[in-house]
Nanobody, 115 residues
């Protein structure tokens, strides 16, 4: 199985981006999916998670600005990021907990918020 993330880029403060992460391969079901980020010199931190039943959890720093969602038939998780701030600049990683294989990480996608 693999996770393919896309949607990162350069955006001005106050702008928006939408990240996508699609799982592929011999999938036999996915429990939680989520997004994490890692800024230079810092540890990877949780941004948002969503269960198969669509219960969500957000880091305090992104509440009210970011929205996580998922499309179960497409095995895809999304992260809508609005009102972006320079401190949101980081490499964003998707994560999925596969029923058969456990947790897997996707490759990172760079998000840069700068004027």
């Amino acid at each position: 199985v693999q996770l393919q993330a896309s949607g990162g880029g350069l955006v001005q403060p106050g702008g928006s981006l939408r990240l996508s992460c699609a799982a592929s391969g011999g999938i036999f079901g996915i429990n939680a999916m989520g997004w994490y980020r890692q800024a230079p010199g810092q540890q990877r931190e949780l941004v948002a998670t969503i269960t198969s039943g669509r219960s969500t959890n957000y880091a305090d720093s992104v509440k009210g600005r970011f929205t996580i969602s998922r499309d179960n038939p497409l095995n895809t998780v999304y992260l809508q990021m609005n009102n972006l701030r320079p401190e949101d600049t980081a490499v964003y990683y998707c994560n999925a907990v596969f029923i058969r294989y456990g947790a897997r990480w996707g490759q990172g996608t760079q998000v840069t918020v700068s004027s």
